[in-house]
Structure formats: structure tokens, C-alpha cells
């Protein structure tokens, strides 16, 4: 095992509870009121355009009302706010000791933050130092820029979107959480904290050949 590709959100921080977090300011800002803790399972998972829809629909706001495009940047500005608080308490369990592991062993690591803020996240995380790239894009990509081999490679995910591209990649998949939503993966876990590094050596021995 050559290399790993770690997506931020679910492996090393939760960036679905930070997108929300912003989505409030956004509420309390233009409608006076924010967005109750409880829907925040309702955005799990939501590109900024589908949160934008919900919560547009929160407070019954159509299209015609407002401009869509000030209101993504005004979130994405927000957003830069809460990355800004972010610290080492933020990182998911088990996942910096993981990484150390990683690092220990000479495999190249990537940080995969497709809405483009894997660099900053790495180093409001203090995960630099361990870190090779710290990028956004395609799986092919950031193989490439790692300068090793696909079939060398492991990718850490946790939805079958990613599972996928990383497949078609012909890296070796480790699906993160639940088991119905992984299907395909050649390895799963329910959680970060059930990584280790043996695991995964042993996974992409048993595997990357077939890849």
C-alpha cells in the first residue's frame, strides 16, 4: 500500500453539522430566525443547492423572491466563519491516530474536500504535517498528483457516490458506516475508531491485484 485518500467529511471531520451550522446564520440573518438542531439530519448529506432549496422552503421563500446566488455566497461566508473555529476537538475519533499510523508507515496521504476547503481544514486541524495533498476533484486527480499507482492506493468513503468513483478508479475501497449504503466496497467498518492500519495493508493486499 502505497497511498491513502481520506475524504474530509465522515473520515476526518463532520462537515455536514459545519454546512448547517452556517445554513442557521444564514436563517437568522435574513429571516429573523435560525434553523432548529433537529432538522439538521434532514441536510445530512444535501449539496449546498438542495440545503438551499429546504431552506427556502422553510420559510416559504420561492425563487422569485430572493437571488439564489447571493444567498449561496452569503453561506459560503458564513461557512469560512465556522472552518475558522475549528480545532483538533473537532477531528472524528480514532482518525488522527489512524493518520500518524498512516504516515509512520510511508504511505502518501490525500485529503479530499470536494467544496474546495481541504487545505485550510488540514491545517485549522493540525493535520499538515502528515499530509501529501490536500485537494479536491476526481479520484484519478489526486492519484496523480500522490505519483502513485491507482492499484496502490486505499479510499476511505461513506456514501455509495464516492464508493463508486473510487471503484471505477481502481482503488481499493474501505467503506466507513452503514452497511446497506456501501454495498460493493471490498472492505466496510461501522465507524473511523475500527481502522487500523493493519487492516487496511491487509485489505489492499488481499485485494488491489483484482483491481
Known amino acids: 500500500m502505497q497511498g491513502a485518500i481520506l475524504n474530509v467529511n465522515g473520515i476526518i471531520t463532520d ?53 439564489r446566488q447571493e444567498l449561496l455566497a452569503e453561506q459560503d461566508k458564513f461557512y469560512g466563519q465556522v472552518l475558522a473555529d475549528l ?10 491516530k489512524l493518520i500518524i499510523a498512516l504516515y509512520d508507515h510511508y504511505v502518501k496521504l490525500a485529503i479530499n474536500d470536494p467544496a474546495g476547503h481541504a487545505d485550510e481544514i488540514t491545517k485549522q486541524l493540525k493535520l499538515d504535517e502528515f499530509v501529501d495533498v490536500a485537494g479536491t476533484g476526481a479520484y484519478q486527480d489526486l492519484v496523480k498528483q500522490l ?32 452497511a446497506d449504503q456501501l454495498q460493493g466496497a471490498d472492505y466496510q467498518v461501522s465507524q473511523v475508531g475500527d481502522l487500523r492500519y493493519q487492516m487496511l495493508e491487509k485489505v489492499w493486499e488481499d485485494t488491489h491485484e483484482n483491481k
Do not use: H
Open 87 to 96: 480545532g483538533e476537538d473537532d477531528l472524528v475519533p480514532g482518525i488522527k
Open 15 to 67: 462537515l455536514d453539522r459545519l454546512q448547517f451550522a452556517a445554513w442557521q446564520k444564514v436563517a437568522m440573518y435574513e429571516y429573523g430566525m435560525g434553523l432548529p438542531g433537529k432538522l439538521a439530519k434532514d441536510f445530512k448529506g444535501l449539496s449546498r443547492e438542495e440545503a438551499l432549496n429546504k431552506v427556502l422552503a422553510r420559510f416559504n421563500a420561492g425563487d422569485a423572491d430572493t437571488d
Open 147 to 178: 505519483d502513485v499507482p491507482a492499484t496502490g492506493c486505499v479510499a476511505l468513503v461513506t456514501n455509495q457516490e464516492d464508493l463508486q468513483a473510487a471503484n471505477e478508479a481502481r482503488l481499493v475501497t474501505i467503506g466507513v458506516g452503514e
